[in-house]
């Protein structure tokens, strides 16, 4: 059974009213009455004035309350001072959606602001949803519904377009009118009062006319609800997305447009990666690679193979594809050994392939034929520049032939102008990406590479802490942090810090603190010559800066030199500095060792995050580094790993063997699970981490704290949720076999499929309210791919054949207290108790995650589930509005 979407009277309005209509001239209320009329709007559509009795022939009436019928839809452009009074009548009429156009809240000091404050109050008071204030509207072309002031009117499409800027709304919609381009819907978020991203995004996803989103970002308020909705949404659709504010001139500029929280660019570049959204830099970048996914674009790799008739054009299109980390392939040697069979002595004889400049379509045919047959190319771009001999149109021809099986992603440039201009429409006829120089065809090669290598990163699904690692002493650790905190210290001395690591299994360094220089040579003789010597102080970051290491101490007399040199230089040059003494370290002797530095930074946006570099003393310099949003698995540090300049030198260098690469990924896992499982750690560096064939070692830490408390939701500091491994139980039923329960993960898709594919009809009519027999594709990944948030599903598994017996979940409603919950067992394993099992398992994880409601829809005739529901605490009522169908409830906690 489809449930309607809570949004359904915002988005698909069976009636719409405009406060504020107006037939003054250039009137925000007159251009949104004719863009209603000339959208030819297919509901009603009342105008409130009490100024007019009609607005350019609608009725109208002079308040909310005068409408003999409530409409679905309320859209407000009247002065800012009274929308929290409309918005208070609507709720007290039972109207549940409301676009605000109006401006003057928060972007005009603190009057407005308290405006906002009074519209978000009775908002929630009332129960209405609400798009804006200060925004352009919302339009949905295929409804005749544009409550928007832009003078362009969209086209019925299929892409899904939120914008925090009504501006670029506009500018796309110009020119998408004059591209032919088409919309499913068009929302400008404005302040963002109550509907942000998330909510759109999820009525998107349910949406079958919009096909891929597009979102034009500025700023993220709650990260964990975007980052849900978003990761959810690239699951099943494409997802593209600008995000501005990438320097900090821009930055600014977005903070005094919305109000919205701007995190660091790399880090929210690192969040898009995770949720499987494709990130570009222009609106000409976002519609070139929208165009690709229509037309079954899909790189499988990221080598790039380019054939010309022209040896500069190809020289850009590498120039351009190594700025982007794109590598031209290197070609087989039985490909070459075609090329030199069909080609003229004289071309290139590697990649790029240049033709030479004579180059006919015959040419152009055998070049890309055996280039797109190599296993060694993931797509090719194709380049012509019309010289003497060049037939341009001819080439183009012999390109679409080939394209038609090439099985691989093929671009065309076809430099110029006139000549070129017929074999250019040839291509966008045949829907192959086409233009006017080599440049953008690499970048959009690179977008869409990306697209399908973010996918592959939104299907993992890492656990808190990593199942196939050795335990770490979470209790340990956090006696040291509740240590410090209770004597108000958030700055870890540099043991303390190493301890915390060892206690998450990092090898370290290991170190003690001399307070005289008579205890730092009895330290050095006891742990053996050569030591490291370091100034320990709870005010200095970089000792090296202050004078603060000596390395390589060789013996006592030394020992104690170094600890009155270290003492008095630093008090020299930092005198404000408190200092604790010298902490003594063997000399760590790692003759192949590479220096690297792992780290944690707080993202005002996104929570913590790790980073990943180049170490040593050059780290700000160098700046090398790569940020992933924890948690992480091996996979996901291998990514962040490769994704740095560093990863060149970690393999064999200079006769150095390569590093121990599975024991940087563990430390990289560590990391993650420091960061899931201590959320009052704020920043983190370990840095120098020493790699060699060996392993690693931690020989510099340093841990600063915030003083937070826990919530009572686990992993909320955090902007993805953890696997939650802790949900896993082993249970054995009454016929003896053992089962595991445990949440849903994205490698369950097939069985899934198969569970619900051999359900019986009654079983899935009972279920789905449907005789559903097969899953789609985009729901079985919207049922397996889940975050564990919003929405917590439990699956039953065989422990000896690894079958689906069962699965529940629940999906949190919008008031984010209160949840909604489905369950079905297979016909097999019916009356075996598994049902009440992974009910009372679900029930208390929705009471661990704070819900205060369980909610669930059932047939009327469905006695037997009736009777099970009531037994478990439920109280059961008929459906008001539907007489088969009975609602249950079940109090989770008291109010």
């Given at each position: 059974?489809?449930?309607?979407?809570?949004?359904?009277?915002?988005?698909?309005?069976?009636?719409?009213?405009?406060?504020?209509?107006?037939?003054?001239?250039?009137?925000?209320?007159?251009?949104?009455?004719?863009?209603?009329?000339?959208?030819?709007?297919?509901?009603?559509?009342?105008?409130?004035?009490?100024?007019?009795?009609?607005?350019?022939?609608?009725?109208?009436?002079?308040?909310?309350?005068?409408?003999?019928?409530?409409?679905?839809?309320?859209?407000?452009?009247?002065?800012?001072?009274?929308?929290?009074?409309?918005?208070?009548?609507?709720?007290?009429?039972?109207?549940?959606?409301?676009?605000?156009?109006?401006?003057?809240?928060?972007?005009?000091?603190?009057?407005?602001?308290?405006?906002?404050?009074?519209?978000?109050?009775?908002?929630?008071?009332?129960?209405?949803?609400?798009?804006?204030?200060?925004?352009?509207?919302?339009?949905?072309?295929?409804?005749?519904?544009?409550?928007?002031?832009?003078?362009?009117?969209?086209?019925?499409?299929?892409?899904?377009?939120?914008?925090?800027?009504?501006?670029?709304?506009?500018?796309?919609?110009?020119?998408?009118?004059?591209?032919?381009?088409?919309?499913?819907?068009?929302?400008?978020?404005?302040?963002?009062?109550?509907?942000?991203?998330?909510?759109?995004?999820?009525?998107?996803?349910?949406?079958?006319?919009?096909?891929?989103?597009?979102?034009?970002?500025?700023?993220?308020?709650?990260?964990?609800?975007?980052?849900?909705?978003?990761?959810?949404?690239?699951?099943?659709?494409?997802?593209?997305?600008?995000?501005?504010?990438?320097?900090?001139?821009?930055?600014?500029?977005?903070?005094?447009?919305?109000?919205?929280?701007?995190?660091?660019?790399?880090?929210?570049?690192?969040?898009?990666?995770?949720?499987g959204v494709v990130r570009l830099a222009t609106l000409g970048q976002m519609f070139s690679a929208a165009n690709a996914l229509f037309t079954g674009f899909k790189p499988a790799g990221?080598?790039?193979?380019?054939?010309?008739?022209?040896?500069?054009?190809?020289?850009?299109?590498?120039?351009?594809?190594?700025?982007?980390?794109?590598?031209?392939?290197?070609?087989?040697?039985?490909?070459?050994?075609v090329l030199s069979r069909t080609l003229p002595p004289n071309w290139s004889h590697a990649n790029p392939v240049d033709l030479i400049g004579d180059a006919d379509d015959a040419r152009?045919?055998?070049?890309?034929?055996?280039?797109?047959?190599?296993?060694?190319?993931?797509?090719?771009?194709?380049?012509?520049?019309?010289?003497?001999?060049?037939?341009?149109?001819?080439?183009?021809?012999?390109?679409?032939?080939?394209?038609?099986?090439?099985?691989?992603?093929?671009?065309?440039?076809?430099?110029?102008?006139?000549?070129?201009?017929?074999?250019?429409?040839?291509?966008?006829?045949?829907?192959?990406?086409?233009?006017?120089?080599?440049?953008?065809?690499?970048?959009?090669?690179?977008?869409?590479?990306?697209?399908?290598?973010?996918?592959?990163?939104?299907?993992?699904?890492?656990?808190?802490?990593?199942?196939?690692?050795?335990?770490?002493?979470?209790?340990?650790?956090?006696?040291?942090?509740?240590?410090?905190?209770?004597?108000?210290?958030?700055?870890?001395?540099?043991?303390?810090?190493?301890?915390?690591?060892?206690?998450?299994?990092?090898?370290?360094?290991?170190?003690?603190?001399?307070?005289?220089?008579?205890?730092?040579?009895?330290?050095?003789?006891?742990?053996?010559?050569?030591?490291?010597?370091?100034?320990?102080?709870?005010?200095?970051?970089?000792?090296?800066?202050?004078?603060?290491?000596?390395?390589?101490?060789?013996?006592?007399?030394?020992?104690?030199?170094?600890?009155?040199?270290?003492?008095?230089?630093?008090?020299?040059?930092?005198?404000?500095?408190?200092?604790?003494?010298?902490?003594?370290?063997?000399?760590?002797?790692?003759?192949?060792?590479?220096?690297?530095?792992?780290?944690?930074?707080?993202?005002?946006?996104?929570?913590?995050?790790?980073?990943?570099?180049?170490?040593?003393?050059?780290?700000?310099?160098?700046?090398?580094?790569?940020?992933?949003?924890?948690?992480?698995?091996?996979?996901?540090?291998?990514?962040?790993?490769?994704?740095?300049?560093?990863?060149?030198?970690?393999?064999?260098?200079?006769?150095m063997p390569a590093i121990d690469m599975e024991a940087l990924e563990r430390v990289l896992i560590r990391v993650s699970e420091m960061v899931c499982e201590l959320p009052w750690i704020?920043?983190?560096?370990?840095?120098?981490?020493?790699?060699?064939?060996?392993?690693?070692?931690?020989?510099?830490?340093?841990?600063?704290?915030?003083?937070?408390?826990?919530?009572?939701?686990?992993?909320?500091?955090?902007?993805?949720?953890?696997?939650?491994?802790?949900?896993?139980?082993?249970?054995?039923?009454?016929?003896?076999?053992?089962?595991?329960?445990?949440?849903?993960?994205?490698?369950?898709?097939?069985?899934?499929?198969?569970?619900?594919?051999?359900?019986?009809?009654?079983?899935?009519?009972?279920?789905?309210?449907?005789?559903?027999?097969?899953?789609?594709?985009?729901?079985?990944?919207?049922?397996?791919?889940?975050?564990?948030?919003?929405?917590?599903?439990?699956?039953?598994?065989?422990?000896?054949?690894?079958?689906?017996?069962?699965?529940?979940?629940?999906?949190?409603?919008?008031?984010?207290?209160?949840?909604?919950?489905?369950?079905?067992?297979?016909?097999?394993?019916?009356?075996?108790?598994?049902?009440?099992?992974?009910?009372?398992?679900?029930?208390?994880?929705?009471?661990?995650?704070?819900?205060?409601?369980?909610?669930?829809?059932?047939?009327?005739?469905?006695?037997?589930?009736?009777?099970?529901?009531?037994?478990?605490?439920?109280?059961?009522?008929?459906?008001?509005?539907?007489?088969?169908?009975?609602?249950?409830?079940?109090?989770?906690?008291?109010?």
């Open positions: 059974m489809q449930y309607e979407h809570y949004l359904k009277a915002m988005f698909e309005p069976q009636s719409v009213a405009i406060v504020g209509a107006s037939e003054r001239p250039d009137s925000i209320g007159a251009v949104l009455v004719r863009n209603m009329l000339d959208a030819q709007f297919k509901g009603e559509l009342h105008a409130i004035n009490p100024k007019h009795k009609a607005v350019f022939g609608v009725p109208c009436v002079a308040r909310l309350e005068d409408l003999r019928k409530r409409p679905d839809l309320v859209v407000i452009c009247t002065p800012a001072r009274t929308v929290p009074g409309l918005i208070d009548e609507c709720g007290r009429a039972g109207i549940k959606a409301a676009i605000v156009i109006s401006a003057g809240f928060a972007e005009t000091g603190p009057a407005g602001a308290e405006l906002l404050r009074r519209t978000r109050t009775a908002a929630k008071r009332g129960g209405v949803r609400i798009i804006g204030p200060n925004c352009l509207g919302l339009m949905r072309p295929s409804l005749g519904l544009n409550v928007t002031f832009a003078r362009s009117s969209g086209k019925a499409g299929s892409i899904g377009l939120i914008s925090q800027s009504g501006a670029v709304c506009t500018a796309l919609l110009d020119w998408a009118q004059s591209n032919g381009v088409g919309f499913s819907s068009v929302v400008s978020l404005g302040a963002s009062v109550d509907l942000d991203f998330g909510e759109i995004l999820d009525y998107m996803i349910a949406d079958p006319k919009t096909e891929s989103i597009f979102m034009y970002i500025e700023g993220i308020r709650d990260a964990r609800r975007f980052m849900s909705a978003v990761r959810a949404a690239a699951r099943v659709k494409p997802v593209l997305a600008i995000k501005v504010g990438r320097h900090p001139a821009g930055t600014r500029a977005v903070a005094s447009h919305t109000g919205a929280m701007v995190g660091e660019d790399d880090v929210f570049d690192a969040a898009l990666r995770r949720a990221k080598r790039l193979a380019v054939v010309t008739n022209g040896g500069g054009p190809a020289v850009m299109a590498a120039d351009r594809a190594a700025d982007l980390g794109i590598p031209l392939a290197q070609l087989a040697p039985e490909t070459l050994e152009y045919r055998a070049a890309l034929e055996a280039v797109l047959a190599d296993p060694n190319v993931d797509g090719v771009l194709t380049l012509l520049t019309p010289q003497a001999m060049t037939k341009p149109t001819a080439v183009a021809e012999a390109v679409i032939e080939v394209a038609k099986t090439a099985g691989k992603p093929l671009m065309t440039s076809w430099m110029g102008c006139e000549q070129v201009r017929a074999a250019r429409a040839l291509f966008e006829a045949a829907h192959i990406p086409t233009f006017r120089s080599p440049e953008p065809a690499v970048e959009l090669f690179h977008h869409i590479s990306s697209y399908y290598r973010n996918q592959q990163l939104l299907r993992h699904a890492p656990a808190s802490l990593a199942q196939d690692l050795d335990p770490p002493s979470v209790e340990s650790a956090r006696l040291v942090i509740e240590t410090a905190l209770s004597e108000r210290r958030t700055v870890l001395t540099e043991m303390e810090s190493k301890a915390l690591l060892a206690a998450f299994r990092i090898p370290i360094a290991q170190t003690v603190v001399a307070r005289s220089a008579t205890e730092a040579m009895v330290y050095a003789e006891e742990m053996g010559l050569p030591v490291a010597m370091k100034i320990d102080s709870p005010d200095i970051t970089h000792k090296s800066d202050v004078g603060g290491v000596r390395l390589h101490v060789d013996n006592l007399r030394s020992v104690r030199d170094c600890w009155q040199e270290l003492m008095a230089e630093v008090g020299r040059r930092k005198p404000e500095a408190r200092l604790r003494g010298v902490s003594i370290e063997p000399m760590v002797n790692k003759r192949n060792a590479r220096e690297l530095f792992v780290g944690v930074v707080h993202d005002e946006v996104f929570g913590p995050v790790i980073s990943f570099g180049h170490g040593g003393t050059r780290v700000e310099v160098l700046r090398d580094r790569a940020v992933t949003l924890p948690p992480i698995n091996v996979e996901l540090a291998r990514d962040a790993i490769q994704r740095t300049r560093v990863s060149q030198m970690l393999g064999e260098y200079r006769g704020r920043e983190m560096d370990i840095n120098p981490l020493l790699v060699d064939e060996s392993g690693c070692v931690a020989v510099d830490a340093r841990i600063i704290l915030a003083d937070v408390q826990p919530t009572a939701t686990p992993y909320s500091h955090m902007a993805i949720h953890p696997y939650p491994a802790r949900l896993e139980h082993v249970v054995t039923l009454p016929n003896g076999t053992r089962t595991i329960i445990r949440p849903i993960r994205p490698e369950d898709s097939d069985r899934e499929a198969r569970f619900v594919r051999e359900l019986s009809a009654e079983t899935r009519y009972l279920r789905f309210m449907s005789t559903i027999k097969e899953l789609p594709p985009q729901l079985l990944a919207r049922l397996t791919q889940i975050d564990y948030d919003r929405e917590m599903a439990l699956v039953a598994v065989g422990e000896e054949d690894d079958e689906q017996l069962g699965v529940c979940r629940y999906v949190v409603n919008p008031d984010g207290e209160s949840c909604e919950f489905a369950i079905v067992i297979a016909d097999a394993w019916q009356r075996q108790g598994l049902a009440r099992i992974m009910m009372n398992l679900l029930i208390e994880a929705a009471r661990e995650r704070g819900l205060r409601v369980m909610e669930g829809v059932f047939l009327a005739n469905n006695e037997r589930m009736l009777r099970f529901v009531q037994s478990l605490g439920f109280h059961i009522n008929r459906d008001p509005e539907d007489s088969s169908l009975v609602n249950g409830e079940l109090l989770l906690r008291a109010s």
